[in-house]
T-cell receptor, first 107, second 115 residues
Framework: KNEVEQSPQNLTAQEGEFITINCSYSVGISALHWLQQHPGGGIVSLFM???GKKKHGRLIATINIQEKHSSLHITASHPRDSAVYICLLNRDDKIIFGKGTRLHILP | EAGVTQFPSHSVIEKGQTVTLRCDPISGHDNLYWYRRVMGKEIKFLLH????????ESGMPNNRFLAERTGGTYSTLKVQPAELEDSGVYFC?????????????FGSGTRLTVV
């Protein structure tokens, strides 16, 4: 069983829709990160979470440590949000990457 | 503040040749990580430096890969000899705190194509 699972793997939505990307994990962690990778581009760290909820602009990230689950939400989605969103776990000094969710927002 | 810099951004080499990738972390970040994404697969951890020491190199695929971080500053990742399956994007990241990853910053990656 994979230590981290992201869903969905691929998501296509219309501009303006509310987007939710999920990350479930099965190991103890010290922190969880959401990353964004644009096509052909580098990786940007969006959030680091160890508990609760964080908000930055139209992006909201939540984590439930007891349920070992995190969600990334995008409100009022826009075509420029199209990217791969990756869940990354910190476990002790180890780092575990999710497989990513490919998001495509249609104009 | 300068970010994590990787060089080159792209490299195309022939099978059997040698390539050296470089990563300059953010100044003051003791932790430096190398990752790679090969075609169609998820990002995989390669290794982790704390200053000049290799903290964890469990992700290095084989002995054709050699990473160094002389003086605890920039790091190099050498692939010798390169094989076709080494093609992919190689990312570097740095952070101050390895346990929480607080302050992770990623470089833009080096796209390596082995032909």
């Amino acid at each position: 069983k994979n230590e981290v699972e992201q869903s969905p793997q691929n998501l296509t939505a219309q501009e303006g829709e509310f987007i939710t990307i999920n990350c479930s994990y099965s190991v103890g962690i010290s922190a969880l990160h959401w990353l964004q990778q644009h096509p052909g581009g580098g990786i940007v760290s969006l959030f680091m979470l160890s508990s609760g909820k964080k908000k930055h602009g139209r992006l909201i990230a939540t984590i439930n440590i007891q349920e070992k689950h995190s969600s990334l939400h995008i409100t009022a989605s826009h075509p420029r949000d199209s990217a791969v969103y990756i869940c990354l776990l910190n476990r002790d000094d180890k780092i575990i990457f999710g497989k990513g969710t490919r998001l495509h927002i249609l104009p | 503040e300068a970010g994590v810099t990787q060089f080159p951004s792209h490299s195309v080499i022939e099978k059997g040749q040698t390539v050296t990738l470089r990563c300059d972390p953010i100044s003051g970040h003791d932790n430096l990580y190398w990752y790679r994404r090969v075609m169609g697969k998820e990002i995989k951890f390669l290794l982790h430096f704390v200053k000049e020491s290799k903290q964890d190199e469990s992700g290095m695929p084989n002995n054709r890969f050699l990473a160094e971080r002389t003086g605890g500053t920039y790091s190099t990742l050498k692939v010798q000899p390169a094989e076709l399956e080494d093609s992919g994007v190689y990312f570097c990241a740095s952070s101050q705190n390895s346990r929480t990853g607080h302050g992770y910053t990623f470089g833009s990656g080096t796209r390596l194509t082995v032909v």
